[in-house]
């Protein structure tokens, strides 16, 4: 088990709250069974994404998980559109996320409220109050956060909150987007974008065994052969003694080999 204090949860709570999630994210959160989760976007009007989310139902209530810099914004910018829904949104500052490589014994796990399934995965969350016995170094954490990357998940921060469209961070490949459902913020010009097939960035992910680590928004750019592709950082991992892995957009295609990049006139080789 690692503790993962980049991530919180949030719970919904209430009749409507089912209801109040599904018409505010860009995935069929009405959908899900009991204990079953799905990635979704929560975009505003022109469709870019706020926060990715991993939904979860539990019970009666629903319980997301997201980046933690971005909880209390997302949770007060909801709540303005509650209205007369009969939900209640709460931010669980008293619980930790935990990420899981097993749920082995996590049944007996003291001051644990719940364990969520992280879609086409076989690890997990773990939301408990107790981290007594749970892992915090800072390599473990980094390992995890590279395994995310690596699959597509990239927990946005607010630097690139309200940034990028779905489609430009491969969501919609996560199964973050619903083109099947109703209205949403934004749901609009995602599908747009989608039936059109106009998506001009790609998400990529790029590693090289130099120590650099872009901060989000800092521009690189990706070389091949002679050409030379302009890419925006949204998330960087830096491995002790191993490099680093960085997860961009770009407008380099994704059927083209990227060789090496350039950051801060330095160029550096691929792995």
């Keep these: ?27 069929d959160v009405l959908a899900l069974s009991p204990d079953e989760s799905t990635f979704a976007c929560y975009c505003e009007p022109k ?17 997301v998980i997201l980046s933690a810099s971005l909880a209390a914004t997302i949770a007060n910018r909801l709540k303005i559109y509650v ?47 107790d981290i007594n016995a749970v892992d915090s170094s800072k390599t473990r954490q980094e390992e995890w ?8 998940v990239v927990w946005l921060k607010p630097e690139t909150s309200g940034q990028f469209l779905p489609q430009m961070l491969g969501f919609d490949q996560l199964g973050a987007v619903n083109y099947r459902k109703g209205c949403y913020p934004g749901q609009e010009i995602v599908a747009r974008i989608h039936y059109l097939g ?15 680590c872009p901060a989000p928004l ?41 060789e090496r990049i350039e950051y801060q006139g330095q160029e550096v080789g691929l792995v």
């Design 1 to 27: 088990m690692v503790l993962l204090p980049s991530l919180t949860v949030i719970r919904f709570s209430g009749t409507d709250a089912g209801d109040f999630l599904h018409n505010q994210l860009s995935s």
């Design 47 to 63: 469709g870019r994404v706020l926060a990715l989310m991993l939904v979860s139902r539990n019970h009666d209530d629903y319980l």
């Design 83 to 129: 209205m007369r829904a009969k939900v209640d949104i709460e931010v669980l500052d008293g619980f930790s996320v935990v990420g899981i490589y097993s749920d082995i014994g996590i049944e007996a796990q003291s001051g644990k409220l719940a364990v969520l399934a992280i879609p086409n995965s076989s690890n997990s969350f773990l939301l408990t109050s």
């Design 145 to 152: 956060k590279l395994a995310e990357l690596r699959t597509g």
């Design 198 to 212: 106009k998506v001009k960035r790609h998400p990529r992910l790029v590693c090289t065994s130099a120590m650099i």
């Design 218 to 258: 800092d521009e690189i750019q990706l070389l091949s052969q002679d050409q030379s592709y302009k890419a925006v950082i949204t998330d960087c991992v830096q491995l002790e003694d191993a490099g680093a892995c960085m997860f961009v957009v770009t407008r380099m295609g994704p059927e083209l080999v990227a």
